[in-house]
């Protein structure tokens, strides 16, 4: 007989509560009965006999992170960072990398103490409290979701011209198409939340073998091309220059901490958490540096310069001809499709969390259409963001957005290592490197491109002085 019933997606705690419990808590709300397939409050039912069913293996919880970092990130930001960085492009995303990897350690540590779904959301309460800075930190990543969505969608708007034109201007057709793909898949998380899963896993695999087989194929090219000079150390450009690129193409990486989601489900969690956030990030540095080399000693600097919004299309040409620009543009729609498609639900999800851990108004944890009403707020703002940003700004947004996020948990894993058993010398050299890498981008940035600077600093004191009124109302409210 099932005795305990294990709450999933919406409960932090991680406790085991009786089947009366929760069914006295829904009748509370106006249910009738236990459903089945409730989101966010989604019910696991666990057979005490059979501990290991429905867990998630070693490969699989790599697939999630490697499908999290691989997602439409490469194709938006990778003529960003050999803008930057020229022929040294492939050091930017090593830079980017090894910051991704040292803070994968901190999460790696933090998911096996706290296995917990709410993932960083979870991680920033426990160190740090239910205060004013953790609840900014956590509007801050539900509007990083939404500048990766924008980011994603972007990118889908510069590749998909290049397969139909509608109007006869690029402009105008990037941002059709942006708009549309939002909309498509909005429509799609509010028809079905199992759909979102099943076009992710399928696509997931669409674009790692064009991905890989576009670094087999590239790989052989380069030794005919005529381009490879451009990789010397003649034509990188300045050290200063090469950690900004990485930083400015770091949301490419952002994709790992998705692991920490899925962490309760994990087996053997001691051995697979730790296995699975360094083999996913170690085999994504070591992609985007092959896919840069290929991307810079492929075609001139005044071709990438030309066709930065689309270059890794642009890259196969020399290899294949037109049919492989159209094959990667195809892998590039897949990819934000899915990539749209995935963070969609991942901000709704956080929007929920945020809110029920009394961060937000708790109207945020009412439904629209059968999905959290914070759905409906992450497309409308996503819109907004990609109908009046620039790209720049979007990715600069979305990297100060994460390296502060990122240096959050770092520090909560400095905080915390002697609970969690961490190395605290990594744990404070990985904030260190975020703030670090963070100021360098913001310095950087601010003398080029003032808007985009001023686009993330506004964005970072909305997300903490949202969260300073809503605790001032709710502690006046809570005095009268």
């Known amino acids: 007989m099932i005795k305990y019933i294990h709450t999933a997606?919406?409960?932090?705690?991680?406790?085991?509560?009786?089947v009366k419990d929760i069914e006295d808590a829904l009748v509370k709300v106006g249910f009738d009965v236990i459903p089945k397939h409730h989101f966010p409050l989604k019910i696991k039912v666990i057979n005490m006999?059979?501990?290991?069913?429905?867990?998630?293996?070693l490969?699989?919880?790599i697939s999630i992170g490697i499908g999290g970092m691989v997602g439409g990130g490469i194709f938006a930001v990778l003529g960003l960072a050999t803008d930057l960085a020229k022929g040294g492009t492939p050091i930017s995303f090593l830079i980017a990398g090894i910051i991704a990897l040292i803070t994968a350690y901190s999460y790696s540590k933090l998911s096996i103490k706290y296995p917990d779904r709410g993932g960083?959301?979870?991680?920033?309460?426990?160190?740090?409290?239910?205060?004013?800075?953790?609840?900014?930190?956590n509007n801050l990543l539900w509007i990083s979701y939404i500048v990766m969505l924008s980011l994603y969608a972007s990118a889908f708007g510069s590749y998909a011209p290049n397969l139909f034109r509608i109007t006869d201007s690029l402009n105008i057709d990037g941002h059709i198409y942006s708009s549309a793909i939002i909309l498509l898949a909005a429509g799609i998380n509010y028809y079905s939340i199992k759909v979102v899963?099943?076009?992710?896993?399928?696509?997931?695999i669409i674009k790692l073998i064009i991905l890989l087989a576009f670094v087999a194929i590239g790989v052989y090219g380069l030794f005919g091309s005529t381009h490879l000079e451009q990789l010397a150390v003649s034509n990188w450009e300045s050290p200063f220059n090469l950690v900004v690129a990485g930083m400015m193409i770091?949301?490419?990486?952002?994709?790992?901490?998705?692991?920490?989601n899925a962490a309760p489900d994990i087996e053997n969690p001691k051995e697979n958490i730790p296995k699975a956030y360094f083999q996913s990030v170690i085999f994504v540095i070591i992609l985007y540096i092959i896919i840069a080399i290929i991307t810079v000693g492929s075609l001139d600097f005044g071709e990438i310069a030309t066709s930065k919004d689309y270059v890794l299309a642009e890259a196969a040409k020399p290899m294949l001809g037109q049919i492989g620009f159209t094959i990667i543009t195809i892998a590039a729609l897949i990819s934000t499709f899915s990539a749209i498609n995935a963070s969609l639900y991942g901000g709704s999800r956080v929007s929920y969390?945020?809110?029920?851990?009394?961060e937000l108004p708790h109207q945020l944890t009412c439904k629209l259409w059968n999905q959290p009403v914070g759905l409906m707020i992450t497309v409308i703002a996503t819109l907004i963001f990609v109908n009046t940003l620039k790209l720049?700004?979007?990715s600069t947004a979305g990297s100060v957005g994460f390296l502060l996020i990122f240096a959050a948990v770092n520090y909560v894993s400095f905080k915390l290592h002697k609970v969690i058993k961490g190395n605290k010398f990594i744990s404070i050299v990985g904030f260190l490197l975020c703030l670090l890498a963070l100021s360098t981008l913001i310095i950087k940035q601010y003398t080029v491109d003032r808007v985009s600077v001023v686009i993330a600093i506004g964005i970072i004191v909305f997300s903490f002085l949202i969260e300073f009124i809503y605790k001032t109302y709710e502690k006046n409210s809570s005095a009268t």
């Open 9 to 18: 997606e919406s409960v932090h705690t991680g406790r085991i509560v009786s």
């Open 49 to 57: 006999n059979n501990k290991g069913e429905n867990k998630i293996s």
């Open 59 to 61: 490969k699989e919880t």
């Open 120 to 137: 960083t959301v979870k991680f920033i309460n426990t160190g740090c409290g239910i205060n004013v800075f953790s609840g900014g930190i």
């Open 197 to 204: 899963g099943k076009i992710e896993s399928i696509a997931v």
């Open 250 to 260: 770091f949301v490419a990486y952002e994709g790992f901490e998705l692991i920490a």
């Open 353 to 358: 969390e945020i809110s029920e851990d009394d």
């Open 392 to 394: 720049e700004s979007i």
